[in-house]
């Protein structure tokens, strides 16, 4: 693994061929955007950042020959890559996991906003049009399809910050196993978002349930999968304190795969109420 690090990491343009060809694979692009992050952590950012260029770079040209559009590649470069290369800058930077997913966090939050601002909460009639017979197939009514369309913009920013935040997991991951084995669970298990970012979630929580406002139930759905991250850290927390079972954590991510309705917000409040209780200060007390 090192030899490989090693090899991918010392020129930039070749995380970024790899990343190219990943890109094509449905579901790939993260691991893709874990190689440029890796590639910031060993060598630097402007290792990495040549590397997102080469992949855009490779990308557009694949799509000329192709006939495809050009906007595609483009968007891959923002989507997957510059974020991720970003917030890896970030946490070099500040040393800091929790100030990293705080600025993904705030940024996605920021998208949310100035899409629901600058275009009035509506979709790109091209969107529109295709999303809504897919949700009316589905068996939505017509209420259920204007209320999911609304939630757009701030379903987009969260993919946007999932797809950030997943490349730099994955990147740390790896970057860790060669370094230094366990950091990334340590990192993971001290994960806060801070009272501040708890309070405005909390602004944003009894708005969400007391208003209709768009602004509100957008910046919810970020808000809301930012503490249930927090909440799984202190599953984890807990997890190492207690030792827990070895089959604890994995029944606990099946639990949220399958029953993420109710696991989200559960995980979502205790990771909130965290910021100001502190349960693993508790847990490492009692």
Known sequence: MKQFADWITQRGYR?????????LVPL???VGSSLLVLT??????????????????????ASAVGGAQPAAAALAGLVFW???????????????????????TTISALLAIMWILT???????ALGHQLTPLLEESGFDAESVRLMLTLVPGVMALTLMLAALGGL?????????ISSPGALGRAFRELRLGKLLAGLGLVVLIGGLATNNAVFANLLVVALSAFALQGLALIHAAAMARSWPS??????YVLLIFG????????????LVDNWMDFRGRLGSA
Not at 247 to 252: E, I, Q, T, Y
């Open 15 to 23: 995380a970024g061929l790899v990343a190219a060809a990943l890109a």
């Open 28 to 30: 790939l692009g993260i």
């Open 40 to 61: 910031s952590l060993r060598r630097g950012s402007a290792s990495a950042w040549t590397g997102a260029a080469t992949a855009t770079v490779v990308l557009l040209v």
């Open 82 to 104: 510059a974020p991720a290369v970003g917030l890896a800058e970030v946490l070099k930077r500040s040393g800091s996991l929790s100030l990293t997913v705080q600025t993904a």
């Open 119 to 125: 275009a009035g909460g509506q979709l790109p009639d």
């Open 169 to 177: 997991f994955l990147g740390m991951a790896w970057h860790a196993s």
């Open 247 to 252: 089959a604890a954590l994995p029944v606990v």
């Open 260 to 271: 993420m309705s109710v696991m989200a917000p559960v995980l979502a409040l205790f990771g």
